[in-house]
């Protein structure tokens, strides 16, 4: 099987623009490809791993990646997806987060002169006045066609500011740089990255003509990467700092029935033989799944020591004995909360995030039975947790089988 042939197989590819000359590409190593991450945070989380995963297949088969990070696109924020402006960072800010991607990109992504590269669009971006942008740039984009973008129609609804509407050309002159500069030829993304991904292809050949062309070839990575990354509470980093590899597992061990397959053949680097296998598995079969998913997606980021003690926490906190993790969830009892030394569970459980609100609190205890402190169900809506009876290690509240919190007292 072609590499390609694998990513279709692995469900990654959702479109092209020309799939003979990118087969042609990637299939023999002649690909120096790029995907560009905007520094919005001090981390990459889990939207960006599918991204990560990409690069490193095409790396090992042979082809060449190029990380963009856009130092100077992330002054203005990418409108696609959005239905509001993104926050605005000060420059010191964005070169930070810059300088926390590269340091997590490069334990996944092997760099060097002849293997991969980081680039920052800041380079040139930064430099360019927007007299010369417009002439270089913009004189070769109808307002509107890009009107008409994907990226731009949700936010047309509530006002897109002309600060967003400056960001499809910029995309376009990035790619246009990289071409000129370092050999690239073709280009990763999102679906919601179509119309930009199409807007740089178009740049190079109206400014470099037909003959070059050849190259300049999209492919676009499945929808999926964008519904990860997310939780009901805050995004999931790679950052150990602000997903802990236990949180990290627990993320992917608590995945939809429905997606653990598609999420096994997307992100792992197992067999797809291996993996077809696994298709019929049902009932147990299924956690067994999601657990092999759990811990090699860990072990891609966290290490196989850290995969391995988040596997082993997590058998032990499920199964009822053991301690907990030291990295599990953790929430601090505050004086606010407290009286007469005592804390009523609903405030504790709202406080420490595992409901939205006391009567939620209220008919996960009495309705549920969902609720447990230490193995042992709480069944009372109106129980009390002593302060002073809680150990220094802490007490670890549970909702339902997936999801917990050790509480400490400060």
Not at 60 to 80: C, F, Y
Not at 129 to 149: C, D, K, P, Q, S
Not at 194 to 205: D, F, K, P, V
Not at 223 to 236: C, L
């Given at each position: 099987?072609?590499?390609?042939?694998?990513?279709?197989?692995?469900?990654?590819?959702?479109?092209?623009?020309?799939?003979?000359?990118?087969?042609?590409?990637?299939?023999?190593?002649?690909?120096?490809?790029?995907?560009?991450?905007?520094?919005?945070?001090?981390?990459?989380?889990?939207?960006?791993?599918?991204?990560?995963?990409?690069?490193?297949?095409?790396?090992?088969?042979?082809?060449?990646?190029?990380?963009?990070?856009?130092?100077?696109?992330?002054?203005?924020?990418?409108?696609?997806?959005?239905?509001?402006?993104?926050?605005?960072?000060?420059?010191?800010?964005?070169?930070?987060?810059?300088?926390?991607?590269?340091?997590?990109?490069?334990?996944?992504?092997?760099?060097?002169?002849?293997?991969?590269?980081?680039?920052?669009?800041?380079?040139?971006?930064?430099?360019?006045?927007?007299?010369?942008?417009?002439?270089?740039?913009?004189?070769?984009?109808?307002?509107?066609?890009?009107?008409?973008?994907?990226?731009?129609?949700?936010?047309?609804?509530?006002?897109?500011?002309?600060?967003?509407?400056?960001?499809?050309?910029?995309?376009?002159?990035?790619?246009?740089?990289?071409?000129?500069?370092?050999?690239?030829?073709?280009?990763?993304?999102?679906?919601?990255?179509?119309?930009?991904?199409?807007?740089?292809?178009?740049?190079?050949?109206?400014?470099?003509?037909?003959?070059?062309?050849?190259?300049?070839?999209?492919?676009?990575?499945?929808?999926?990467?964008?519904?990860?990354?997310?939780?009901?509470?805050?995004?999931?980093?790679?950052?150990?700092?602000?997903?802990?590899?236990?949180?990290?597992?627990?993320?992917?061990?608590?995945?939809?029935?429905?997606?653990?397959?598609?999420?096994?053949?997307?992100?792992?680097?197992?067999?797809?033989?291996?993996?077809?296998?696994?298709?019929?598995?049902?009932?147990?079969?299924?956690?067994?799944?999601?657990?092999?998913?759990?811990?090699?997606?860990?072990?891609?980021?966290?290490?196989?020591?850290?995969?391995?003690?988040?596997?082993?926490?997590?058998?032990?906190?499920?199964?009822?004995?053991?301690?907990?993790?030291?990295?599990?969830?953790?929430?601090?009892?505050?004086?606010?909360?407290?009286?007469?030394?005592?804390?009523?569970?609903?405030?504790?459980?709202?406080?420490?995030?595992?409901?939205?609100s006391n009567g939620d609190a209220r008919r996960a205890i009495a309705n549920d039975g969902a609720i447990s402190i230490d193995g042992e169900k709480v069944t009372d809506p109106k129980h009390m947790v002593t302060v002073a009876d809680i150990p220094s290690d802490g007490i670890v509240?549970?909702?339902?089988?997936?999801?917990?919190?050790?509480?400490?007292?400060?």
């Amino acid at each position: 099987m072609t590499i390609y042939d694998e990513l279709v197989a692995r469900g990654l590819i959702a479109q092209v623009t020309d799939e003979d000359e990118i087969k042609d590409l990637i299939n023999n190593g002649k690909a120096t490809f790029y995907i560009g991450f905007d520094p919005t945070a001090d981390s990459l989380h889990v939207g960006h791993f599918m991204a990560l995963c990409l690069m490193k297949r095409l790396q090992m088969a042979g082809n060449k990646p190029i990380a963009l990070i856009g130092g100077g696109t992330g002054m203005i924020g990418d409108p696609s997806g959005r239905s509001d402006l993104r926050q605005m960072l000060t420059k010191e800010d964005i070169e930070h987060n810059c300088d926390c991607f590269k340091k997590q990109m490069s334990k996944f992504i092997e760099f060097g002169d002849d293997k991969a590269i980081m680039v920052n669009n800041a380079d040139w971006l930064m430099d360019m006045n927007y007299i010369e942008l417009l002439r270089e740039v913009g004189v070769h984009f109808t307002v509107n066609r890009m009107l008409t973008a994907e990226c731009y129609k949700q936010r047309m609804e509530k006002g897109l500011s002309f600060l967003e509407f400056n960001y499809m050309i910029m995309q376009a002159y990035d790619f246009y740089r990289l071409y000129q500069d370092y050999g690239c030829n073709l280009e990763f993304g999102g679906d919601d990255q179509w119309s930009n991904m199409l807007a740089g292809t178009e740049l190079i050949r109206r400014k470099l003509g037909k003959n070059a062309c050849a190259m300049t070839i999209n492919l676009l990575l499945n929808s999926e990467g964008k519904k990860m990354g997310k939780t009901a509470k805050g995004a999931v980093w790679l950052d150990a700092e602000k997903t802990s590899p236990f949180e990290f597992f627990q993320y992917w061990r608590n995945v939809d029935d429905a997606d653990v397959i598609k999420c096994i053949k997307m992100l792992t680097f197992l067999p797809l033989e291996e993996i077809e296998s696994m298709e019929c598995w049902k009932g147990q079969q299924l956690n067994d799944a999601k657990e092999i998913l759990a811990y090699e997606l860990t072990k891609m980021i966290h290490g196989e020591e850290e995969a391995d003690k988040a596997k082993e926490a997590a058998k032990s906190l499920f199964s009822g004995g053991g301690a907990a993790p030291v990295d599990m969830p953790t929430f601090i009892i505050t004086d606010d909360l407290i009286t007469d030394g005592q804390v009523g569970l609903l405030n504790l459980l709202t406080a420490c995030g595992l409901t939205n609100s006391n009567g939620d609190a209220r008919r996960a205890i009495a309705n549920d039975g969902a609720i447990s402190i230490d193995g042992e169900k709480v069944t009372d809506p109106k129980h009390m947790v002593t302060v002073a009876d809680i150990p220094s290690d802490g007490i670890v509240i549970k909702k339902g089988k997936k999801h917990f919190r050790k509480i400490l007292k400060a």
